[in-house]
């Protein structure tokens, strides 16, 4: 079975500074990985996704995230935070030959002034 | 775009009562979910389809129950809503492997 750990549960983070959401997981077979947010009182929206090719995948609204296979991890990056971006960030994988997402636990991303 | 409609935004019901959340979905998609979400517990996997009149239990299925008579239509019913299912409940749908999963907007569900 396969396991998703996000190691923080809450990031503080002040407006235009970086923030790194660290993401690691465990299985034993291929894998796809995804990343999800959360605004207040909303459903979960697909950020960005990899399911081969480029290590290295960006979404529309400046988020990063890089697959590191050896590591083991999927962080999601961005080089400055809006006060927009304070939500619920989750990491999910999916196995290459299965239908059904494995989600960590989120991480809650407070952007401040 | 995919479009995943939950039928309700906010729902309160007493205990005992028999409770149904309707979800659909635009774009024929074969697979369907239902989660719950509670705060420092993230998501959990009540029940899923992978076809019409075709269910499997998630992680969390005790007091649920679900039904799908129509491809585009996954319904979660509550047989006797007790105050512990008290939760944000989310529907969502995926076709090819891969793709991830459409979310609906949630549920968010209280029983007095």
């Known amino acids: 079975a396969q396991s998703v750990t996000q190691l923080d549960s809450q990031v503080p983070v002040f407006e235009e500074a970086p923030v790194e959401l660290r993401c690691n997981y465990s299985?034993?077979?291929?894998?796809?990985l995804f990343w999800y947010v959360q605004y207040p009182n909303q459903g979960l929206q697909l950020l960005l996704k990899?399911?081969?090719?480029?290590?290295l995948v960006e979404s529309i609204n400046g988020f990063e995230a890089e697959f590191n296979k050896s590591q083991t991890s999927f962080h999601l990056r961005k080089p400055s935070v809006h006060i927009s971006d304070t939500a619920e960030y989750f990491c999910?994988?999916?196995?290459?030959?299965?239908?059904?997402?494995?989600f960590g636990g989120g991480t809650r991303v407070l952007v401040k002034p | 775009d995919v479009k995943v409609t939950q039928s309700s935004r906010y729902l309160v019901k007493r205990t005992g009562e028999k409770v149904f959340l309707e979800c659909v979905q635009d774009?024929?998609?074969?697979?369907m979910f239902w989660y719950r979400q509670d705060p420092g517990l993230g998501l959990r996997l009540i029940y899923f389809?992978?076809?019409?009149?075709?269910?499997e239990k998630g992680d969390i299925p005790e007091g649920y129950s679900v039904s799908r008579e129509k491809k585009e239509r996954f319904s979660l019913i509550l047989e006797s809503a007790s105050t512990n299912q008290t939760s944000m409940y989310l529907c969502?749908?995926?076709?090819?492997?891969?793709?991830?999963?459409?979310f609906g907007s949630g549920t968010r569900l209280t029983v007095v």
């Open positions: 969502a749908s995926s076709s090819n492997r891969g793709s991830g999963y459409t």
């Open positions: 299985s034993s077979v291929s894998v796809y």
């Open positions: 990899y399911l081969s090719g480029s290590t």
């Open positions: 999910a994988v999916l196995k290459a030959a299965g239908n059904k997402l494995t």
């Open positions: 774009m024929d998609h074969e697979n």
């Open positions: 389809s992978y076809d019409v009149k075709m269910k």
